[in-house]
């Protein structure tokens, strides 16, 4: 995080502030050495959330397709299919 003095904030402020917009980096402002202020970047939502993600992931595999392995499956389960209770 970069500090500034007030002075200096005063004198390069248009420009400090697109630096921070662009960056993203936080100022902080001192008087007198101490910090009387921070500049910060506001973080924007996205006008639309379709999309967001597109480019960050890839898909490896087909999802739709049947998996053509054998299952081993053990059915000692007593179900009551018909729901009279036997």
């Known amino acids: 995080m970069k500090t500034i003095k007030a002075s200096e904030f005063k004198a390069k402020c248009l420009s400090l502030m697109d630096d921070v917009a662009q960056s993203g980096e936080e100022i902080i402002v001192t008087k007198n050495g101490k ?41 000692d389960v007593d179900v009551d299919v018909d729901g009279d209770g036997d």
């Open 35 to 75: 910090p009387v202020s921070k500049l910060v970047p506001i973080k924007s939502k996205p006008r639309e959330v379709y999309g967001l993600h597109r480019g960050m992931w890839q898909l490896m595999d087909e999802l739709v397709e049947p998996v053509n392995d054998d299952w081993d499956v053990d059915v």
